[in-house]
T-cell receptor, first 111, second 116 residues
Framework: QKEVEQNSGPLSVPEGAIASLNCTYS??????FFWYRQYSGKSPELIMF????GDKEDGRFTAQLNKASQYVSLLIRDSQPSDSATYLC???????????FGTGTRLKVLA | GAGVSQSPSNKVTEKGKDVELRCDPI?????LYWYRQSLGQGLEFLIY????????KSGLPSDRFSAERTGGSVSTLTIQRTQQEDSAVYLC??????????????FGEGSRLTVL
């Protein structure tokens, strides 16, 4: 089992729709979870982080965390073509400063 | 500049040669990370340095790979006797590393390595 798993996609959604990206992790003790966006040929940049169970909203983005199910998701509302990118889930391994990334989900927002 | 700086941005080398990749983190950041990203793949953890602690080398794929961080700042990733499968983008990131729970990673632009 990989430490952090994501569906590689591509996930295609029409402009204006909600995009839902999912991630599962294996380290039950992990407390910190991150979503990074990576445009083609560019470096990852942080979109959101979440530490507590439940939802965290920031503009059009909502991160959801369920530690019991070891599941974290990212919702993008009113998706725009500019949101087309690869979204990487990252988990900070408990008791360390080590971040493990999933393989990323490629999102395509169709105009 | 204020960001993470990596050099060279591109490196083409012949199989069997050694290469060095350099990373200059954001000033004051105590944590420094190296990741490898192959074409169309996610980020593969290689190594991290945190303050004066021993580095976590658990992701280095073989003993051909090594890294050091001098004076708690600049880091060099060395790949000896390069192989074609080493071709990838090598990303460096730094973090303030203030607490075990928290910490955004700031990435450099990467060093693209091509082994012929």
């Amino acid at each position: 089992q990989k430490e952090v798993e994501q569906n590689s996609g591509p996930l295609s959604v029409p402009e204006g729709a909600i995009a839902s990206l999912n991630c599962t992790y294996s380290d039950r003790g992990s407390q910190s979870f991150f979503w990074y966006r990576q445009y083609s040929g560019k470096s990852p940049e942080l979109i959101m982080f979440i530490y507590s169970n439940g939802d965290k909203e920031d503009g059009r983005f909502t991160a959801q965390l369920n530690k019991a199910s070891q599941y974290v998701s990212l919702l993008i509302r009113d998706s725009q073509p500019s949101d087309s990118a690869t979204y990487l889930c990252a988990v900070k391994i408990s008791g360390t400063y080590k971040y493990i990334f999933g393989t990323g989900t490629r999102l395509k927002v169709l105009a | 500049g204020a960001g993470v700086s990596q050099s060279p941005s591109n490196k083409v080398t012949e199989k069997g040669k050694d290469v060095e990749l350099r990373c200059d983190p954001i000033s004051g950041h105590t944590a420094l990370y190296w990741y490898r990203q192959s074409l169309g793949q996610g980020l593969e953890f290689l190594i991290y340095f945190q303050g004066n602690s021993a580095p976590d080398k658990s992701g280095l794929p073989s003993d051909r790979f090594s890294a050091e961080r001098t004076g708690g700042s600049v880091s060099t990733l060395t790949i000896q006797r390069t192989q074609q499968e080493d071709s990838a983008v090598y990303l460096c990131a730094s973090s303030a590393g203030l607490a075990l729970v928290s910490g955004e990673l700031f990435f450099g632009e990467g060093s693209r390595l091509t082994v012929l």
